[in-house]
């Protein structure tokens, strides 16, 4: 998936997510994120399962393999 030139209302949410062992990938550039605080997670990694069962949570943030992209390219507001 590729989430670019886009403007996210922040908050206690995440972004993208993304099951990091069915090998899915995000990439993001050009993303403005308006939350002050900082809060909204942009890119989690998880665990996904052919169970129905909620997915495990991995990590967050760039990793070069699954969730691509760089600190440079959110602009937080």
């Not at 997915?55 to 507001?77: F, N």
Request: aromatic fraction near 6%; charged fraction near 25%; charge should be negative.
């Amino acid at each position: 998936m590729e989430v670019s030139q886009v403007t996210a209302k922040g908050g206690k949410s995440t972004l993208v997510g993304i099951n990091s062992n069915y090998n899915d990938t995000a990439r993001l550039k050009n993303i403005v994120v308006d939350d002050p605080k900082k809060k909204l997670t942009i890119c989690e990694r998880f665990r996904g399962n052919s169970t129905g069962d909620e997915p495990t949570k991995e990590g967050s943030g760039p990793d070069a393999t699954h969730c691509l992209y760089a600190e440079s390219d959110i602009q937080w507001q």
